[in-house]
């Protein structure tokens, strides 16, 4: 079970718009620690996606945004490609475990 | 560019100590927090704990009675040592450099090694 939740599974179509989100707690998200997000591609490591809350690292497509609200956040993909499937977690730092919590991972499919 | 490498036995006999150590090059390990993630097959990630360049440590509660996290500055090297271990511990071991703070993402990640704990 996982500090953060996540939805299991998503997909679109090629050209869509998808968003996944992740819930927490007032010990982490709610707390106003920022959430990150990753991207890790099959048989590989993950890759930062999204800084606090909403920042984009050098290289990452402006497909890829992020946002937060209360105890939630969201990452939204548009304009969807096939390489885009892969894992996304987000993370954050949560106060009681003084420590990084992460979500349990959404598969994204393109269909 | 920052680049991170895992390095360590691929497999450790039950009750035995697993041991890593990641390699930093490409820029300083000082100034900067590091941390150790794990992946159990076909799972999620899970926080282990981090070290910050001057020997400060934090551990995962879940963890903390079997788990240390030491850094050689001088060899750009940061090393963990889970004691005990169980199948439970079989995962693909990260290191990862925190971006900023300790509540900071990892912004750099090494590719990951495979440890299977196995008799």
């Known amino acids: 079970q996982s500090v953060l939740t996540q939805p299991p599974s998503v997909s679109g179509a090629p050209g869509q718009r998808v968003t996944i989100s992740c819930t927490g707690s007032?010990?982490?998200?709610?707390?106003?620690?920022?959430v990150h997000w990753y991207q890790q591609l099959p048989g590989t490591a993950p890759r930062l996606l999204i800084y606090g809350n909403s920042n984009r690292p050098s290289g990452v497509p402006d497909r890829f945004s992020g946002s937060k609200s209360g105890t939630s956040a969201s990452l939204a993909i548009t304009g969807l490609q096939t390489e885009d499937e892969a894992d996304y977690y987000c993370?954050?730092?949560?106060?009681?475990?003084?420590?990084?919590?992460f979500g349990g991972g959404t598969k994204l499919t393109v269909l | 560019q920052v680049q991170l490498q895992e390095s360590g036995p691929g497999l450790v006999k039950p009750s035995e100590t697993l041991s890593l150590t990641c390699t930093v090059s490409?820029?300083?390990?000082?100034?900067?927090?590091w941390s150790w993630i794990r992946q159990p097959p076909g799972k999620g990630l899970e926080w282990i704990g981090y070290i910050y360049y001057s020997g400060s440590t934090n551990y995962n509660p879940s963890l903390k009675s079997r788990v240390t996290i030491s850094v050689d500055t001088s060899k750009s090297q940061f090393s963990l040592k889970l004691s005990s271990v169980t199948a439970a511990d079989t995962a693909v071991y990260y290191c990862?450099?925190?971006?900023?703070?300790?509540?900071?993402?990892?912004?750099?990640w090494g590719q990951g090694t495979l440890v299977t704990v196995s008799s």
């Open positions: 990862a450099r925190v971006h900023g703070g300790i509540a900071s993402a990892g912004d750099y």
């Open positions: 007032s010990s982490n998200i709610g707390a106003s620690y920022d």
């Open positions: 993370q954050s730092y949560d106060r009681s475990l003084s420590g990084w919590v």
């Open positions: 490409g820029g300083s390990i000082r100034s900067y927090y």
